[in-house]
């Protein structure tokens, strides 16, 4: 028997909203350091480099996007590289060297030690991503990670790491968008709204 579109809509959104209710509540202080942690960079002449595969690469660019012209409120341009977006550079990695190797020498060229990377990966077990993330570690980069399912590889990888406790690609990629949104309000928010509480969470 055909299935009710109406209710695969609404076990679709009711799903969604408890896993996104779930996992803000268990990572609202970590979104507040990691945002800190951003920040920090920023003013000491870092930037944010970030790198994913299909729908995460999408949101890469779509954060970097956000830094570089705004997010929700006017202020200056915010340094930001979407690891996913040169044709030229990944063809010629993945030809010469091999596709897990694309993040790793970019990070290897353009990273410098007051920068952060963010590795995006649904499955926590990109090759690409986990040999960029550590790549940035040999180099004493500041590692993130995005993750979902059971955390992966990518967990061992990551100074701080936002995991969604599911196992719905979809619905995992919607809130690492959304936790996104969230660490570019709060960027914003310590940079140009409450500088002097930039101090870490201990």
């Not at 955390?151 to 701080?160: A, F, N, P, T, V």
Request: net charge negative.
């Amino acid at each position: 028997m055909t299935e009710d579109p109406v209710a695969l809509i609404e076990d679709y959104a009711l799903t969604g909203a408890n896993l996104r209710n779930e996992f803000f509540s268990a990572n609202s202080q970590n979104l507040v350091d990691i945002a800190k942690a951003i920040s920090i960079s920023i003013i000491q002449g870092g930037k944010l480099l970030l790198f994913g595969n299909g729908g995460s690469a999408a949101d890469c660019q779509h954060l970097a996007a956000e830094f570089v012209s705004r997010f929700q409120m006017e202020r200056p341009s915010l340094p930001a590289i979407a690891l996913t977006t040169d044709s030229s550079i990944l063809t010629a990695v993945s030809n010469d060297y091999d596709f897990d190797q694309v993040f790793a020498r970019q990070i290897n060229g353009l990273a410098e030690e007051e920068d952060v990377v963010l590795g995006i990966s649904t499955s926590g077990n990109s090759p690409n991503v986990n040999k960029g993330l550590q790549a940035a570690l040999q180099k004493d980069v500041l590692t993130i990670g995005m993750t979902g399912r059971n955390g992966g590889e990518i967990s061992d990888l990551c100074k701080y790491l936002l995991h969604v406790p599911g196992d719905h690609t979809a619905l995992i990629q919607e809130i690492h968008i959304a936790a996104g949104h969230m660490i570019c309000r709060l960027v914003d928010h310590f940079l140009f709204e409450a500088v002097d509480k930039l101090k870490p969470h201990v």
